[in-house]
């Protein structure tokens, strides 16, 4: 190996340890993984399909075909098609049931009931698409008690803000009334790390949770992002909804009340996962 091509080597290793976590030297074991080696379908003992129109008033059928392994990675590939809601009702209220049909599909996975977690540090390498009305995330939901009660963990969250391109790292929990939700949140344009990268969409990063009895860290790329005192998440009714088991959600969501308008995007667009690991101690 010539010295040029040894330097390099050793730069791009030293730069992929520096950001992974590493749980030698510390009480953390890994306990649950996913590596997405098994070729062709998602592995159904560890992840469950949402099927149809969910959340957000987003444009997009979820649908399991939208999700594949592919040369070691998940591939949930959002597409512009025409999808019939086999739930629809023409005089329904109800968005959910009210189109006719999806202008879009895409995928959404999540563990409930094969895999839950309570504290730990859970890492996820990905890649994002960032073009405008793409909603991809990394997130857990508390499996006890209906939303926002139940707690919500958004580890990676990309979509506008007024319009600007932004990274967001969150938690919700309740707030007094139904539905209405308490947000802890840290919201950082997209642009700062354009500045500090240009090829920053074109590459895998790695999205870190840090989750104790006390706190919960949002990091990206080794950078905090955001930091969430666990002795202020509490519910009305006194329940503390990230002191109980959480599970994992991976989606690609389109448009929305957050997504932005896809209608000028070129698509398919994909969402790449190469890894989902948890440590315990």
């Known amino acids: 190996m010539r010295l040029s091509h040894l330097l390099f080597f050793l730069v791009i290793n030293a730069t992929l340890s520096h950001a992974q976590f590493i749980p030698t030297g510390t009480a953390y074991k890994l306990v649950w993984q996913e590596e997405f080696d098994q070729e062709g379908e998602v592995n159904s003992d560890l992840w469950s399909f949402e099927e149809g129109f969910k959340r957000n008033n ?19 590939t959002g597409k512009r098609e025409q999808v019939k809601n086999s739930n629809f009702e023409a005089e329904s209220t109800d968005w959910r049931r009210n189109r006719e049909y999806a202008e879009y599909s895409s995928s959404s ?16 390498r990905a890649r994002i698409d960032t073009a405008m009305g793409l909603w991809p995330a990394i997130w ?36 007094e009334g139904q ?5 802890d949140n840290a919201k950082i344009p997209f642009s700062d790390f354009l500045e500090k990268d240009p ?28 930091e969430i ?32 308008d896809p209608s000028t995007t070129s698509f398919p667009k994909h969402y790449l996962v190469d890894y989902v690991r948890v440590y315990q101690k």
């Open 58 to 76: 987003e444009l997009q059928w979820y649908q399991k075909k939208n999700a594949e392994v592919k040369d070691g990675r998940l591939v949930i």
């Open 109 to 124: 996975i999540n563990t409930r009931g094969k895999y839950e977690f309570q504290y730990g540090v859970m890492e996820v």
């Open 140 to 175: 857990t939901l508390g499996i006890s008690k209906p939303w926002p009660a139940n707690g919500e963990i958004d580890v990676m969250e990309y979509y506008r803000v007024k319009g600007e391109a932004t990274i967001l790292a969150n938690a919700a929990w309740a707030d």
């Open 179 to 183: 539905y209405n939700a308490k947000w």
């Open 199 to 226: 090829d920053w969409p074109s590459k895998f990063h790695l999205w870190r949770m840090e989750w104790t009895e006390d706190s919960i860290k949002l990091f990206l790329d080794d950078e905090l992002l955001n």
């Open 229 to 260: 005192d666990l002795a202020r998440t509490v519910n009305p009714d006194g329940f503390n909804p990230f002191h109980q088991p959480h599970y994992i959600l991976l989606n690609l969501a389109i448009g929305g009340n957050n997504g932005g």
